[in-house]
């Protein structure tokens, strides 16, 4: 009798693992995902489910195929996975374990991890160059600090727009978690890249020098990252003559090893809106400032609700419904790279548009001291396990709030 399993994961490491397995013993009965767009869909010809829905199936195992693999035992611990069913294909210490001996092809599983090992070392030293202090003859582009950025914001009338990691994809033609790609949107993009209006600043990541600042696992991210999506390929994206300001405004706290700062850029924030008008323009699910006091001092507050997920294909009605409003009102944008494109474009319209992104999420978890990134009741968290859930709660002020849904 073959032994069922799931394999958590369905990139490209899950095919090293259909590989190592003895599938004469094995059958794999469903993959698990986090990304929702893939539940219900087939990979490999097998059924993707939501993770959530483990614990109603019936298996002997677990086959974690996701390298940084410590948040998804932890996940699956949470959700009341057994541990003894819990089996973390890119941790060495499986290997040679004997319960796992007729589902593994142990030179297999040893070549992996060795490979992966090995591809980290080469990626830290490609990157060394870049995070050595003082290495100024190697190129990297100007990326004011985030004082000084917030600094802008708050005693200019500057519109801003950020750049990410997950815009630069959508530049490559990849889709991120929430949104798709399009040709589009990849020209948009870079449009407000290399533009320099005078109302307007770009904001991108500053991770193309020293590193030192950030978490241990952001810092190997961001080294994979520059990896995979090239430096030159990113610096060909930008204005090499355009002075550009720090992305990493609205992701003060969880990002960086020390957190201590953080509560002065979210005391700044709070003065570019202080005893102003403002109109908010976020996801169906995001209800920012709702539960915490980061939108307290305004004047008054509207909303303009768009859907969480693909809002760019809704951009000419998103744009629409702004431009039916006061030009003195503030325009605070969370719409993903939506709000990056609108933030340009309302800014050339007379608008003022701060794209604030994860600020009210990084302000909760700076509110709850969390070490890490966690869901938040009744909001959209699309980086944490568990955020995409939403309970629909009454919220009579909110609704209030509201003066248009696009798109939904």
Known sequence: MKTDIVIFGTGKSSELVLDALKMDNVAVTAFADNNFNKHGTLYKGIR???PVDLTK??????????IKYHSVVKQLLESGIKEEKIVPYFDTGIIGNSKLTDMFFWERMFRDNYNIKLKKIEIKLENLPYELV????????EVRDITETMD???HTDVSISRFGDGEMKLMAGNDIGFQKASP???ERLKEVLKSQPENHITGILDVFGSLAGYTDSLQDYFREYLHDYNREFQYGLLNINKTYYNAFITRPYISYKDKQHAG?????FKKIWDGQDILIVEGDRTRLGRGNDLFNNVKSCKRIICPNENAFEKYGQILGAVKKQDKGRLVLLALGPTATILAYDLAKEGFRAVDIGHID???EWYLMGATEKVAVKNKYTNEAYGGNSYDSIEDKEYEEQVVERVGL
């Open 48 to 50: 993707v489910v939501n």
């Open 57 to 66: 199936m019936g298996f002997s195992f677990v086959i974690i195929a996701v």
């Open 134 to 141: 003082g290495t100024r003859k190697l190129y990297t582009p």
């Open 152 to 154: 802008m914001l708050v």
């Open 184 to 186: 589009q949107l990849a």
């Open 264 to 268: 002065e850029v979210f005391e700044n």
């Open 361 to 363: 999420i990084e302000y």
